[in-house]
């Protein structure tokens, strides 16, 4: 296995739901130790590493939570009901398997369901609303759920480890945006000859408000920022190129605008430095014009008096389930564009 791969499937293994991201910082402070000179966790926790140098100041960015779930109440014969955290959809939740991350240490689960042997027709016909599931622990009473470590307030993840599939795709949970994270690291372990001071940021909190690139641009107060992130594509069945031109494959893409009116439209000049980053060094790219879904980027250009700020993303197929695909020949390009950008700089000025 590839260092980025393995990499990746560290990420994408590890377990974080917005708010507790506790054991992926731990993980990426220690992948990013040898290649930056200070890192830091500010007050909301925020992984902050810096390679220290001149003017400007780049802040770099990737979100290290994941969507999951969270214990709001349990029964008195021992099932879980749950609000989620983060963009899911529900039938995309029902019959999985999920870690409870208690005090007590992990706790397996699956949301069950009611068998179609005991369904009405209409019922049928019905997908279930993620209000109306539940985890089953193997507990039979409520103590014994709280004996578990079961309470209200245990976050959720996702049972599932990353795999390879046919070619160079590979498939995991998280990859929203552990996917970004593996870039900026690989990035920090990359970068040469930069005389600007670099600021790698691994926000949290980004699924449920992008809380933590929000307050971490205001603090660094950069004078430019680059978002690693991942982005949905159309080509496969159940969506249209016409609704995401962007394909698996063909490179990094660069973000031109996204979610309309309260997204981003990434200014011309930021468009110009990445483009030429990619051209003059052989990579490929694609250009993504979207009309849904935000990342950090979007609250980060409106920190202070606003930061001229850019997106790279890897295409990826299934985002916000836990069976997202990529190619790990895109993660690379990904990489390599980052690295390129990064290293040019002082052009942007």
């Not at 499937?9 to 054991?23: D, F, T």
């Not at 959809?89 to 042997?117: A, C, W």
């Not at 046919?166 to 498939?171: A, L």
């Not at 998280?174 to 600007?196: F, M, N, P, S, Y």
Request: charged letters at 25%; one cysteine or more; aromatic letters at 6%.
């Amino acid at each position: 296995m590839s260092r980025l791969k393995d990499l990746l499937s560290k990420l994408s293994n590890a377990h974080g739901v917005s708010g507790y991201e506790n054991n992926v910082r731990r993980m990426i402070e220690d992948e990013i130790r040898p290649y930056v000179d200070e890192i830091r966790t500010d007050k909301l926790g925020n992984l902050i590493a810096t390679k220290r140098g001149g003017s400007p100041r780049i802040m770099l960015a990737a979100h290290m939570d994941e969507i999951g779930l969270m214990a709001k109440y349990v029964d008195d014969k021992g099932f879980i009901y749950f609000t989620t955290a983060g963009g899911w959809f529900d039938q995309t939740i029902l019959n999985q398997r999920m870690i409870l991350h208690t005090e007590n240490g992990q706790v397996y689960g699956v949301i069950g369901s009611k068998p179609p042997h005991a369904m009405k027709e209409e019922e049928t016909k019905k997908p279930v609303k993620a209000e109306n599931m539940f985890i089953d622990i193997g507990a039979t009473s409520r103590e014994e759920a709280q004996k578990m470590g079961v309470r209200a307030g245990t976050p959720i993840t996702s049972d599932m480890e990353f795999r390879s599939l046919g070619g160079d795709m590979v498939t995991g949970k998280a990859l929203d945006d552990r996917g970004g994270c593996a870039v900026l690291i690989e990035t920090l372990r990359q970068i040469k000859d930069v005389k600007a001071t670099v600021h790698a940021v691994f926000t949290v909190q980004e699924e449920v408000g992008l809380k933590g690139g929000r307050t971490s641009a205001f603090g660094l107060e950069p004078d430019v920022a680059l978002v690693s992130e991942v982005t949905f594509t159309g080509d496969h069945p159940g969506i249209e190129m016409k609704d995401q031109a962007l394909e698996i494959g063909k490179g990094p893409v660069i973000t031109v605008s996204d979610a309309e009116g309260d997204g981003i439209i990434v200014p011309e000049r930021v468009l110009r430095w990445l483009k030429n980053a990619a051209e003059a060094n052989g990579i490929p790219y694609q250009l993504k014009v979207g009309t849904k879904g935000q990342t950090d980027a979007s609250i980060i250009h409106l920190s202070r008096e606003g930061i001229p700020t850019g997106v790279i993303s890897t295409p990826s197929r299934y985002i916000h389930t836990p069976v997202t695909v990529m190619s790990m020949n895109d993660l690379e390009k990904s990489v390599e564009l980052l690295v390129k950008a990064v290293e040019s700089v002082d052009r942007f000025f």
